[in-house]
């Protein structure tokens, strides 16, 4: 099994370090990984992404051509990429910041399968974020959208990760991770539609 993931938004949405959790628990279940990230001109603002892969096999090269699943966190990031997303995947969307006519965002916001076997997720990851207390937990929202609904990944390891990567003077974010972490999977779990569909 391949899986090839990008992930992209703007800069300071989080959107590397959420790679980097994606990779470092694909690691810790002794998956073969591969992250790769860039950077756009502007650091905070400008756009940024990263290609993430996880395999069973070696993996020849960190490019990705099509991608099985796109998580995208703001509308550039959309139009940026939606050329590279395979449509037989799963196409997660921050409908918080991805204008109603864009993507998915116009169907039903959970299990919407087309006939090319795209997947649409569609929510306000942005937006809930923001009612736990703390905007920069968007990441970790989409995070728990795209494992509950993958499950390509285990939770259990995923809180680890967030849990040791904590810098000492950071320690008191693991808790609202683990809570924006939930809500995100809850939102698969319930099938809640945001309301912009």
């Given at each position: 099994?391949?899986?090839?993931?990008?992930?992209?938004?703007?800069?300071?949405?989080?959107?590397?370090?959420?790679?980097?959790?994606?990779a470092e628990a694909a690691m810790r279940e002794?998956?073969?990984?591969?992250?790769?990230?860039?950077?756009?001109?502007?650091?905070?603002?400008?756009?940024?992404?990263?290609?993430?892969?996880?395999?069973?096999?070696?993996?020849?090269?960190?490019?990705?051509?099509?991608?099985?699943s796109l998580i995208v966190m703001n509308e550039?990031?959309?139009?940026?990429?939606?050329?590279?997303?395979?449509?037989?995947?799963?196409?997660?969307?921050?409908?918080?910041?991805?204008?109603?006519?864009?993507?998915?965002?116009?169907?039903?916001?959970?299990?919407?399968?087309s006939n090319s076997g795209l997947r649409c997720?569609?929510?306000?990851?942005?937006?809930?974020?923001?009612?736990?207390?703390?905007?920069?937990?968007?990441?970790?929202?989409?995070?728990?959208?795209?494992?509950?609904?993958?499950?390509?990944?285990?939770?259990?390891?995923?809180?680890?990760?967030?849990?040791?990567?904590?810098?000492?003077?950071?320690?008191?974010?693991?808790?609202?991770?683990?809570?924006?972490?939930?809500?995100?999977?809850?939102?698969?779990?319930?099938?809640?539609?945001?309301?912009?569909?």
């Amino acid at each position: 099994m391949t899986h090839r993931i990008i992930l992209a938004g703007a800069g300071g949405q989080g959107i590397m370090i959420l790679g980097k959790i994606v990779a470092e628990a694909a690691m810790r279940e002794d998956r073969h990984i591969t992250w790769m990230p860039s950077y756009g001109a502007e650091v905070r603002g400008g756009t940024a992404h990263c290609m993430v892969i996880i395999s069973d096999q070696a993996i020849g090269s960190p490019i990705i051509g099509e991608a099985d699943s796109l998580i995208v966190m703001n509308e550039p990031s959309l139009e940026r990429f939606k050329a590279r997303f395979n449509n037989k995947g799963l196409l997660l969307v921050n409908s918080s910041l991805v204008s109603k006519n864009k993507g998915c965002v116009s169907q039903p916001a959970v299990s919407k399968k087309s006939n090319s076997g795209l997947r649409c997720l569609c929510f306000p990851f942005t937006d809930i974020a923001i009612g736990l207390g703390n905007i920069k937990v968007a990441n970790v929202v989409a995070l728990g959208s795209f494992v509950a609904y993958t499950h390509i990944l285990k939770v259990e390891t995923i809180l680890r990760v967030i849990e040791d990567t904590a810098t000492h003077d950071r320690k008191d974010l693991i808790a609202i991770n683990k809570q924006a972490l939930s809500r995100g999977m809850q939102l698969v779990q319930e099938g809640v539609s945001d309301g912009k569909g």
